[in-house]
């Protein structure tokens, strides 16, 4: 039955419904004064080219929100097939404190921590940031990108991490 219904639509059956929206996963990661912290996210979206701005939604009860917030930059650091087990840490599977102990991370223009091996990082700026239900909206400047990588893309749906092999491509 489709309702028509602002109202009745409850928050369960709309995480149900955005579940099987299939998503980039990406490793969303800050350091500075607020401090270093990172989280799993989906709900990234580029938003122009020119400038090159992108968002990324943030839940305001994340215990890394407060160091988002005040550092005022952050990198998406988009997975590979084989950083499954990172997305899980940086789910909630670790402590904040252990989730930058495993890989080698490094750092581009504005010191957030970028993956070495990600399929691509966009170190950013928090140019604005807007509050809806639960999340900010943060409006983020792209100050540099890390080498793109040729690995599969590493995604969610359904509840499930998927993998997205890339094309092979054959010339004429």
Known sequence: ???????????????????QLASAVHLVTTDGPGGRAGLTA???????????????CLNRNSSAYPAFLRNGVLCINTLTAAHEGLATDFAGRVPQAERFAGPD??????????LAGA?????????????????????????????ISSAESLLYAGRHYRVLPRPDFKGD
């Open 42 to 56: 989906t709900s990234v979206c580029s938003v122009s080219d020119g400038p090159p701005t992108l968002l990324v």
């Open 119 to 147: 399929l691509v990082a966009f170190d950013c700026r928090i140019v604005d940031r807007h509050e809806v239900g639960t999340h900010d909206v943060l409006i983020c400047a792209v100050e540099a990108l890390a080498e």
């Open 1 to 19: 039955m489709i309702s028509s219904d602002p109202g009745a639509v409850s928050a369960s059956a709309y995480r149900e419904a955005m579940a």
């Open 105 to 114: 991370w490094g750092r581009l223009q504005t010191g957030a921590p970028v």
